[in-house]
C-alpha cells in the first residue's frame, strides 16, 4: 500500500561561485578608516621641523613685553619651559592660562618663557585681561619660532640644564596633563644632578 512520504529535495548545492563579499568588506572597512587614517597623518605632520627631544637649544633672542628691553637666552645651566603661542588662538589662550598657573607653582625652580608670535598690542590685551604674570617676550621677527621649528601653536619645549631639548610637543592639553609633565620634568633634572 503507498504511503505518502514527503521526501526532501537533495541537499545538492548548484556549482554558482560563491559572492564575492570579502573584497567588498575590505573595501568597505578602508573607507571608515581613512578619516582616522587622515586625522592622523596631519597631527603627526603638522609640526615636521619642531625640535625634538635631544636637539640642542638654539639662542632665543626676543623683546620682553614687559620692560621692551630684548633679551638673548642661552638655557646655559637653567631648566626652562617655552611655550609659543599666538594671541587670537582660543588653544593658545587656554594653554598660555594654564602656562600661567604652572609658572606660579614651580616658577623658583624652572624659567618660563611665554613667547608671542603676534604683535605686541594683541599680546599685550590678552596678557591684561588675563591678569598673567608668566613672562611674556615677543618674537617680533619671527627668529625664534624659525629656529625651534614651530609650524603650528601652541608649542612647547621644555630644556635640560644639558642645554637639549627634553620635550617638545604642540597643540592643547589639559592642566594635569601639563603639571604631571612639569612634575616628571623636576624628577629627571633632579636626578641627573644627584
Not at 6 to 26: E, G
Not at 42 to 66: E, F, I, K, M, W
Not at 83 to 99: G, I, K, V
Request: glycine residues 4%; proline residues 8%; negative net charge.
Amino acid at each position: 500500500m503507498p504511503t505518502s512520504q514527503n521526501i526532501a529535495p537533495s541537499d545538492q548545492r548548484s556549482p554558482r561561485p560563491a559572492p564575492r563579499r570579502l573584497p567588498a568588506a575590505i573595501g568597505i572597512a578602508l573607507l571608515l578608516c581613512l578619516p582616522t587614517i587622515s586625522i592622523i597623518w596631519l597631527y603627526q605632520a603638522t609640526n615636521p621641523h619642531l625640535l625634538s627631544p635631544g636637539d640642542p637649544v638654539p639662542v632665543l633672542t626676543a623683546r620682553d613685553l614687559a620692560s621692551n628691553e630684548i633679551y638673548r637666552f642661552s638655557f646655559k645651566d637653567t631648566p626652562a619651559a617655552v611655550l609659543f603661542f599666538s594671541a587670537d588662538c582660543p588653544h593658545c589662550q587656554r594653554e598660555l592660562t594654564n602656562f600661567d598657573r604652572l609658572s606660579r607653582r614651580f616658577g623658583e625652580r624652572i624659567l618660563f618663557l611665554a613667547i608671542s608670535l603676534s604683535g605686541k598690542k594683541n599680546t599685550a590685551e590678552l596678557v591684561n585681561s588675563d591678569r598673567l604674570e608668566v613672562r611674556t617676550l615677543l618674537d617680533e621677527e619671527r627668529t625664534g619660532q624659525e629656529r625651534f621649528g614651530v609650524d603650528v601653536v601652541p608649542a612647547l619645549f621644555l630644556i635640560g640644564n644639558d642645554e637639549t631639548i627634553v620635550y617638545s610637543g604642540s597643540g592643547e592639553e589639559p592642566f594635569t596633563a601639563r603639571e604631571q609633565l612639569l612634575i616628571e620634568f623636576l624628577n629627571s633634572v633632579r636626578s641627573i644632578h644627584n
